[in-house]
């Protein structure tokens, strides 16, 4: 089973390497403890401690199984980063100068791979400008926008009390300091607002399953981020350092929830894929009918967008569940697709929402396990495509049969009909101009005329047959009109609609009607006939009935066969009821577009 289109190419690492980063993120974590504990500067060396034991290790944890996980998505990457960056920023709790200094200018790197983990969960794609300008700006902020800080503000001005020295500083410059922070500030509120924006409205955008993914890490990401806006708002208007510490301090459990929230999603989802793979399995088990897999996989995968596509290996192309060609959406759709395989064969296509990626196993094993079901409807979805590729066939050899007539009534009309009708004038001439004591080449003359005419009436007969003229020119009300004119017996048209409809349409209608006033001709012994043509939701409805003898038979003669015949191919279908002694009325029901 294959999965397509894949998430863009990203680092991979093996187990052996991911090890490599957990014992690093460990020994980081055991030596930051040391030396904070060992500090001789701050009270709160616990947090401290705690900090980088929950949320340092906490998103190195979690990232690394992410990126074990789908090496391909970067949600691991960032979260590792996270961890380490957030180790980065504890270095100014340590006593080493050079290490102080560090995590002075750091302190607060953390912030920018936690925002670029949010804007980028869960896919690990930044989905718009704007997010990417949020990110790069938060970069810029947290790496060089601290620079001047560190190179003119003394770690005193923070009222940190027997700090170690911050080797960076060239001249504590205070009033510089303040106004670069605040202008630092400014940015720390607005940007971590409209990272909270950012994550409402997507999160209003997202389907049904990329809510129940989102939601815990948007909630918690966004307490995050307004815990930070309101604490560098403090900065901003001049707040106590106690004041800051305290909002401080309360925006460190949303951190931490942050992988918690993840790892706690991925379990959830792995318990409701255990769950939902069983009810799949007992449905498959009760025999589904036609239309029951797609409802039984979208229950299984909690997606009730998902669509299924059957793959025709003939004709190398997808079909859905009635046979109908069907297009794989791209990735600019915002769908997915997992291809489902049967012994090393291609059978089907899942087409879902995106965020099932961010749980591979679970789509493919529901493919895997609907892989019978999915064959056995690809095996029907094939016959239908069949059946419907012989209807549209057939559809078209009518079409061309149309189209094929229409040129032979014009021909005989614009042809063999005209040269007659000259001929007939030029024999008109030569009869008036033979002398009246010549009778025998007069009466031979006359009895031409005769002949040609006789055989004119024929041929604008057999050109009617074939198509008439009037149903081409004044459309089918104008035809049945003429057909009841014609009939040797009363035929009174209870109505047909005025409005053109498409020439095969047209043209089907006029020969059934005509076909069946010649029968009654023929053999209904009527004294009276009636026709009636109606529209009714999309289908044209016609009636022609008779007060004859009655016992007519499609099964018998070639006549009605024949107008069934022709009905089918355009999808139509003929009735016929003819009681002996009680007349027959014959119905027909066709596309009236």
């Known amino acids: 089973m294959a999965q397509m289109p894949a998430n863009p190419p990203a680092i991979r690492m093996n187990r052996g390497v991911l090890a490599a980063v957990a014992a690093a993120a460990l020994a980081c974590a055991v030596v930051l403890v040391i030396l904070i504990a060992s500090a001789d500067f701050g009270s709160d060396h616990g947090v401290w401690i705690a900090t980088a034991l929950v949320i340092g290790l906490g998103f190195v944890g979690a990232g690394l199984f992410a990126w074990y996980r789908n090496p391909c998505n970067r949600i691991g990457v960032l979260m590792v980063a996270t961890g380490f960056a957030w180790y980065v920023g504890l270095l100014a709790r340590t006593d080493p100068p050079l290490l102080f200094s560090i995590g002075f200018l750091l302190e607060n790197l953390y912030v920018a791979p936690a925002v670029h983990l949010l804007l980028a969960f869960p896919s690990g794609r930044l989905e718009s400008r704007v997010d990417r300008a949020l990110v790069v700006t938060t970069y810029a902020v947290v790496s060089l926008g601290f620079i001047p800080v560190a190179l003119f503000v003394s770690s005193a001005t923070y009222g940190c009390t027997g700090c170690p020295d911050n080797l960076f500083l060239v001249e504590n410059n205070p009033s510089f300091g303040d106004a670069w922070i605040d202008g630092l500030s400014v940015c720390g509120v607005v940007v971590p607002l409209a990272v909270v924006v950012r994550l409402a409205q997507r999160w209003r955008r997202a389907s049904r399953p990329l809510r129940r993914t989102v939601t815990p890490v948007f909630v918690a990401g966004s307490l995050l981020m307004l815990s930070l806006a309101t604490l560098l708002a403090i900065v901003l208007l001049g707040g106590s350092i106690e004041l800051v510490d305290v909002v401080f301090y309360s925006s460190l459990p949303a951190l931490a929830l942050v992988p918690a929230l993840f790892l ?330």
């Not at 706690?264 to 793979?277: E, H, I, K, V, Y």
């Not at 064959?375 to 069949?386: F, G, H, Q, S, Y």
């Not at 089907?508 to 006939?529: C, D, H, M, P, Q």
């Not at 939701?537 to 066969?561: I, K, M, P, Q, W």
């Open 264 to 593: 706690a999603g991925l379990a959830r989802g792995r318990m409701l894929r255990g769950s939902g793979l069983g009810r799949l399995v007992r449905r498959l088990g009760a025999n589904l009918e036609r239309g029951e897999l797609r409802a039984a996989l979208a229950e299984a995968l909690g997606d009730p967008s998902v669509e299924l596509a059957y793959w025709l290996p003939d004709s190398r192309q997808y079909v859905d569940a009635v046979g109908r060609p069907v297009e794989l959406p791209g990735p600019e759709t915002g769908r997915s697709v997992t291809q489902v395989d049967r012994e090393g064969r291609r059978i089907a296509a899942i087409v879902h929402d995106p965020t099932l990626l961010e749980d591979p196993e679970r789509v493919r094993e529901a493919g895997a396990a609907a892989a019978l079901a999915l064959e056995n409807e690809r095996l029907e979805a094939e016959l239908r495509a069949k059946v419907e590729e012989v209807r549209a066939s057939r559809s078209r050899l009518v079409e061309v049969g149309w189209r094929q007539r229409r040129r032979l009534e014009r021909d005989l009309h614009d042809g063999a009909q005209q040269r007659l009708v000259s001929l007939a004038l030029t024999l008109r001439m030569a009869r008036e101009r033979v002398s009246p004591d010549n009778a025998d080449a007069a009466a031979l003359l006359d009895r031409s005329r005769e002949e040609l005419n006789l055989a004119l009436s024929e041929l604008r007969e057999l050109a009617r047959g074939i198509h008439p003229a009037v149903l081409a020119d004044r459309g089918l009300s104008a035809a049945v009109t003429a057909l009841a004119e014609r009939a040797p017996l009363p035929v009174e048209v209870r109505g047909v609609p005025p409005e053109r409809l498409p020439e095969h349409i047209e043209l089907t209608a006029y020969f059934v009607i005509s076909e069946a006033l010649t029968n009654i001709t023929k053999y209904a012994g009527a004294n009276r006939a009636w026709v009636s043509v109606t529209q009714q939701n999309g289908r044209l409805l016609l009636e022609v009935g008779d007060d004859g003898v009655g016992g007519a038979d499609v099964g018998r003669g070639s006549g009605l066969r024949g107008l069934a015949d022709r009905l089918d191919a355009i999808e139509g279908r003929l009735y016929v009821e003819s009681e002996p002694g009680r007349g027959t009325t014959v119905r027909a029901t066709m596309p009236s577009v």
